[in-house]
């Protein structure tokens, strides 16, 4: 065979093996949100039995407004987890800028709120682009580069605030009017959640940017020998989790009417189990918008329906633990599943290839 022939045989066998890849892939997300969605019905209908409040409009429209910037903040992560990576630091990243914009309206009532919105979000994309270029540039791990910069942005969110909190009553109405308000009837979070998800999945689904932090995380090595700019999109999706941050802490504070040095803490755990419920995979390049919005709303179901029922707060943790634990087991097996069958599915079509190619000869 010459050497032609033996690369268009190669790129076709490798075609085939791609495409029959993808379509398990996706057999297999679609399973798996499949049991989500059952899984959700399931859990709303356990409480709505024991607690007829939590089908009410009233309270759906709660679970909706508190999960919102738990969503928001999901996104950027569901990037920094596609490229293998994680950012600890989100928590303290929202603490810092919602404080800032706090002390900001507090000595300019009169500063529109889209202002404080874009310096909040300012912000946290600087101390994003500053993890993203510890992970891209200097390659050192992002566990560490994100815990050692949560340390040092908790620290300096105490020092700008000299250990005081800023008050409701410091605040103008404008400003958390930017949470409480309502935009054609819908609250203010919600919209703005809604939003961003409808850009996020336009941009992670159909731009040439978005094909390449799945590259990135699916196969590192690989990405940079083809030619992806690997370390650039590190930097990217690092800087955007830090701009969604800062936005997460601009409304949080606004929501809450108070901004604290703890703000937040301990958030990003809540954001990386909702990723993970999601079928997003920690480990880099797997991972569907759908499956994100499921894993939000789950979690979000499961912070508002275990009060109703009145699980005890010590007990609340730990089934929202073993939740995830499950989720995780189950991407675990599916994974394992899904690679098996692609294996086996890889050695019978080069099997049958090289039985016809011998024939033939």
């Known amino acids: 065979m010459g050497l032609t022939g033996k690369a268009l045989f190669q790129g076709g066998l490798a075609g085939g093996f791609f495409k029959k890849d993808g379509r398990k892939a996706r057999g297999a997300e679609r399973f798996r949100e499949a049991g989500l969605v059952i ?19 009233i309270n759906i429209n709660q679970l909706l407004v508190n999960t919102a910037i738990l969503g928001i903040l999901a996104i950027g992560m569901m990037m920094v987890l596609l490229t293998g990576g994680i950012d600890l630091s989100i928590g303290a990243t929202m603490a810092f800028s919602g404080m800032v914009t706090a002390l900001t309206c507090f000595a300019r009532p009169s500063i529109p709120p889209v202002v404080l919105v874009l310096e909040g979000a300012l912000i946290g994309a600087g101390f994003g682009l500053l993890i993203g270029l510890l992970v891209a540039r200097f390659s050192i791990l992002p566990i560490i580069a994100s815990l050692g910069l949560m340390n040092v ?50 941009f992670i689904t159909y731009t040439r940017t978005g094909r390449r932090i799945y590259a990135v995380g699916s ?27 800062g936005l997460a802490g601009v409304l949080w504070v606004a929501k809450f009417a108070s901004a604290q040095g703890d703000t937040a803490a ?36 499961l912070a508002n329906a275990l009060p109703l029922i009145n699980v005890s707060p010590f007990w609340q943790q730990a089934i929202q633990g073993v939740v995830i634990l499950a989720a995780i087991i189950t991407n675990v097996l599916i994974k394992r599943n899904n690679d098996k069958a692609v294996l086996r599915a890889r050695a019978a079509a080069i099997a049958g290839k090289t039985s016809k190619t011998g024939g033939a000869s």
Not at 39 to 57: C, D, G, H, P
Not at 168 to 178: C, E, H
Not at 271 to 286: E, N
């Open 153 to 202: 942005i908790r620290g300096l969110t105490y020092v700008v605030s000299k250990g005081s909190w800023v008050s409701a009553y410091q605040m103008s109405d404008a400003f958390k009017g930017m949470a409480t308000g309502r935009f054609l009837g819908v609250n203010n979070l919600i919209v703005i959640a809604v939003a961003l998800y409808i850009v996020f999945f336009y």
């Open 219 to 245: 196969n590192a090595e690989a990405a940079g020998i083809i030619g992806l700019p690997r370390r650039r999109i590190v930097t990217l999706v690092y800087l955007l989790m830090g701009a969604l941050s």
């Open 266 to 301: 301990g958030y990003e755990m809540n954001v990386i189990a909702s990723c993970v419920l999601g079928g997003v995979s920690v480990s880099g390049g797997r991972g569907k918008v759908s499956g994100l919005i499921l894993g939000v709303i789950l979690f979000g179901i």
């Open 39 to 57: 899984f959700i019905v399931v859990v709303s209908a356990v409480v709505q039995a024991r607690n007829k409040e939590f089908l009410t409009a």
